[in-house]
């Protein structure tokens, strides 16, 4: 069982910054790849940034790239989502997740390929 806690939410206004964290503890040495997705209020949860534990993955959405960066330390079991130059439409409860399995780029970026999850960190941009 693996049980993920996200960090670093809060309030900034557009153009700011903010950094997420995610914790994970348990059983995480077995993992492939950790992700961030979103859910912004009367919307469906879409895909942001995913990486393998290798590094050797990285994957963004088209609407964060540029501007969001994830990484990782597997030595401390933390994924990191650095979002720059946020904007009122990065307002959403973010969310990291665990993948076990191999998955490949598309599966990467599918929430149903994703075994457990966060509880969840509000992230709200003021315009």
């Known amino acids: 069982q693996v049980h993920l806690v996200e960090s670093g939410g809060g309030l900034v206004q557009a153009g700011g910054s903010l950094r997420l964290s995610c914790a994970a503890s348990?059983?995480?040495?077995?993992?492939?790849?950790m992700g961030w997705f979103r859910q912004a209020l009367g919307k469906e949860r879409e895909f942001v940034a995913a990486?393998?534990?290798?590094?050797?993955?990285?994957l963004y959405a088209d609407s964060v790239k540029g501007r969001f960066t994830i990484s990782r330390d597997n030595a401390e079991n933390t994924v990191t989502l650095q979002m720059n130059s946020l904007k009122a439409d990065d307002t959403a409860v973010y969310y990291c997740?665990?993948?076990?399995?191999?998955?490949?780029?598309?599966?990467?970026?599918?929430?149903?390929?994703?075994?457990?999850w966060g509880q969840g960190a509000q992230v709200t941009v003021s315009s």
């Open positions: 990486m393998s534990r290798n590094g050797a993955m990285i």
């Open positions: 348990g059983s995480t040495s077995s993992h492939y790849a």
């Open positions: 997740a665990r993948r076990g399995q191999f998955c490949s780029n598309y599966e990467c970026q599918q929430e149903d390929e994703y075994d457990d």
